[in-house]
């Protein structure tokens, strides 16, 4: 079947605008991650939604960032007012549920000029 | 507490060898340790993970040895292929289900 998909594949945005990126689980998966892949910091966790109990929250940077998992199923990440600084590959995985094998999905390139 | 270790930075084998990459943990929590194989332009691909109640898995030319009195792991690479050349990450979870990933090791296998 098909696996987690993002979109857009790549996004140029300009310092201070807002930006919402999107991610497609595997259906039939309870479980949602948001990650973030940058030079420097590499691979860290952002966010957690598991069906529907309150949303882990514990790793976005700041409170620009937000997330909503609408009807258990389709996931957007805002930023609001971009820096630098956010320009980074957001990571999005699924799995069939707690404890379960993440897959993730191609990723969003995310450059902020 | 939270950090995944992972080493080396960067490997270089000929083709038929045998890389090995390391990482270690802290965090006695930790309860899952998955192995992830990204390739450029690409999001990370589970490759093989292992629970703590058993000291190796292995899923084809892929072997995860885990040492819990230690607080390490690493992943075997057997005979490794030109199309094995990607990086890789480490990672580990505890009941919390957020992956603490290594901080990857990029390989290289020559023909």
């Known amino acids: 079947g098909a696996g987690v998909s993002q979109s857009p594949s790549n996004k140029v945005t300009e310092k201070g605008k807002d930006v919402e990126l999107r991610c497609d689980p595997i259906?039939?998966?309870?479980?949602l991650y948001w990650y973030r892949q940058s030079l420097g910091q590499g691979l860290e966790f952002l966010i957690y939604?598991?069906?529907?109990?309150?949303?882990?929250k514990s790793g976005l940077p700041s409170d620009r960032f937000s997330a909503e998992r609408t009807g258990g199923s389709v996931s957007t990440l805002t930023i609001q007012r971009t820096q630098q600084e956010d320009s980074a590959v957001y990571l999005c995985?699924?799995?069939?549920?707690?404890?379960?094998?993440?897959?993730f999905g191609p990723g969003t390139r995310l450059t902020v000029t | 507490q939270q950090q995944v270790k992972q080493s080396p930075q960067s490997l270089i084998v000929q083709k038929g060898g045998i890389p090995i990459i390391n990482c270690a943990y802290e965090?006695?929590?930790?309860?899952?340790f998955p192995w992830y194989q990204q390739f450029p332009g690409k999001g990370p691909a589970l490759l093989i993970a292992?629970?703590?109640?058993?000291s190796e898995k292995k899923e084809g030319r892929f072997t995860i040895s885990f040492n819990k009195s230690a607080k390490q792991f690493s992943l075997h690479i057997m005979d490794s292929q030109p199309g094995d050349s990607a990086t890789y990450f480490c990672?580990?979870?505890?009941?919390?289900?957020?992956?603490?990933f290594g901080t990857g090791t990029r390989l290289q296998v020559f023909p």
């Open positions: 965090n006695t929590a930790f309860d899952y």
């Open positions: 259906s039939g998966h309870t479980a």
């Open positions: 292992i629970r703590p109640d058993v």
């Open positions: 995985a699924s799995s069939q549920g707690p404890s379960g094998e993440q897959y």
């Open positions: 990672a580990a979870t505890d009941n919390t289900d957020k992956l603490i």
């Open positions: 939604f598991q069906g529907n109990s309150a949303p882990d």
